[in-house]
């Protein structure tokens, strides 16, 4: 198996669940950073919340470094599931 080979995810139904959870927190994430970002924007027009503003593009910021993250860590864990099926059938034959 292969780091971010694309049939990683269909090889037993638990690498399929462990690819939807993943996929899942990713879009979450990513929802959360451009959330964070819009209302950062909004504030950063008004003096009196820029500070604030700055924090949630720092905060956004962090989520937006959490994408790879998240993405890396489902393709260490698919690779650690290995093929299921092949090794049922190294123990069967």
Known sequence: MKLFHPANRSLSPEHERLWAAY???YTMVDFLAAGLFIVGSI???SPQT????TWLFIIGSVFFGLKPTLRLTREIRLVALGNVNEVAK???G
């Open 43 to 45: 504030l950063f027009l």
């Open 50 to 53: 820029t500070q604030t503003g």
């Open 23 to 25: 996929e899942i927190a």
């Open 90 to 92: 190294r123990l069967d």
